[in-house]
């Protein structure tokens, strides 16, 4: 028998006109609650700049029902689970199935391929309460967010093919874009990828570093160099679906772990002599710069929701361990020393969370996103780290101890003043692009 959720969203999606071939997603049965928005918003009719959808809501109360079925999902996966692998440098699998299996990770998906079509503003709620409950999604939030380039570039038949099996359990959770000698300087990379004489297929060769969660893939969107220097840098690059299933063990693809300061599996790949069918390439040749960035502002955008949860964490904890803890007679919370720079965070981090907030607007409503989507990661990357050092100031000794899990967010977080790219090059972007200043670099 259907929940009475089952139903409205069944309901919803006939109104909405959304195919669901009376199918009713898996977290609309029993036993999960992950609802999919489908009520239309509204936007003011005024300046792109003013342009504001209207929720009619407390932005601090949205989505109340997924972020309680994410909190109960992660209290599955207390400090002891993380602290094991991060001991071992394993992968969550367990975690990663969790969610997988209460429908997160197939979020952004629409119903009609198997999804359940929920706003980035949804799914940002979702990742935000896997790091705010201490958990860490980067083991799996590029499946969120790869998917984007197939959805708006790829053929139908692409989408009909690959969609409904990555929202079935298939991983597409590796991104080989960044190379060993040209870093955020996409246009300047190396992999190429030739076509054949009758266009029918291509052979790439190359090399990606920092290509995350490669080994617990199934398949990997990799972007390479079609065209020769006659061509224009943002017209010279494609982007191509690898099936790492086959590639692999055939040793055209080559995963090699680096070892590094935080547990996300991260790794070098070397691609010799890889034939990928001209069928797997994703959008017209020379397109893919751009189908590239339709992923790219929802990568920004979600994992400055992660570092609004990891921001929240750390700041629960300063208050949670200031309150608790008694030096010279009193809570050390009392000094003002110790809670100026906790609330000084959490203003930080409630600011940032606003820029969170209107970058998910302009994207779900359509609208052009880019100085958002950077600025929210940027302000959030910058509020969540701030509140790592005022968490570990607050704690003193205590946070080198692995059984308080503040070392092992304190890591975590810091990676996001560097990726999925730099504060610098966040800084310079808004100067040209969006101020007008000469270009720096």
Not at 263 to 284: C, E, K
Not at 412 to 422: H, K, N
Request: glycine fraction near 10%.
């Amino acid at each position: 028998m259907l929940s009475a959720l089952g139903k409205s969203v069944a309901g919803a999606a006939a109104q909405c006109g959304r195919r669901t071939n009376g199918a009713i997603p898996r977290w609309a049965a029993a036993g999960g609650v992950l609802p999919c928005t489908l009520a239309a918003r509204t936007l003011r009719t005024a300046s792109p700049a003013m342009e504001t959808p209207v929720q009619g809501t407390d932005p601090r109360n949205q989505h109340d029902e997924i972020r309680a079925m994410v909190r109960g999902l992660c209290k599955g996966f207390p400090g002891e689970y993380w602290r094991d692998l991060d001991s071992r440098s394993e992968y969550p699998t367990e975690f990663v199935t969790a969610l997988q299996d209460a429908g997160v990770l197939s979020m952004l998906i629409p119903t009609e391929y198997g999804g359940t079509g929920s706003t980035l503003a949804e799914a940002a709620a979702a990742l935000e309460e896997i790091h705010a409950s201490g958990c860490n999604g980067a083991a799996a939030h590029a499946q969120m967010y790869i998917m984007g380039s197939i959805l708006r570039h790829g053929s139908e038949e692409q989408k009909e093919e690959w969609l409904p099996q990555i929202a079935g359990g298939l991983r597409l959770q590796a991104f080989g874009v960044s190379e060993p000698n040209n870093g955020t300087d996409t246009l300047s990379l190396e992999t190429k990828a030739v076509a054949s004489s009758d266009g029918s297929e291509y052979l790439i060769n190359g090399q990606k570093i920092w290509t995350s969660r490669a080994r617990q893939s199934d398949l990997m969107l990799m972007l390479a160099r079609t065209g020769g220097p006659e061509v224009s840098r943002s017209k010279a690059l494609s982007v191509f679906l690898v099936d790492l299933r086959t590639a692999v063990p055939q040793g055209h693809v080559t995963i090699k772990p680096i070892d590094a300061m935080i547990n996300h599996n991260t790794n070098s790949v070397y691609i010799d002599n890889l034939v990928v069918p001209a069928s797997m390439r994703v959008g017209a040749e020379g397109e893919g710069f751009k189908a590239i960035l339709t992923a790219m502002n929802a990568e920004r955008v979600l994992i400055a929701s992660e570092c609004i949860g990891d921001g929240r964490y750390f700041v629960d904890q300063a208050v949670a361990y200031a309150n608790e803890r008694r030096v010279f007679g009193r809570p050390i919370g009392a000094n003002q020393g110790v809670q100026h720079p906790i609330a000084k965070a959490h203003a930080a981090v409630e600011a940032a969370a606003l820029m969170v907030t209107r970058a998910c607007q302009l994207y779900d409503a359509g609208l052009p996103c880019g100085p958002e989507a950077n600025m929210a990661k940027m302000l959030a990357a910058d509020a969540s780290w701030e509140a790592a050092n005022v968490c570990f100031q607050t704690h003193g000794g205590y946070s080198f101890a692995r059984e308080y899990d503040i070392e092992r967010k304190f890591r975590e977080t810091r990676l996001y003043q560097i990726a999925p790219i730099s504060t610098n090059l966040i800084l310079s972007f808004l100067a040209e692009k969006v101020l007008g200043l000469p270009r720096s670099y």
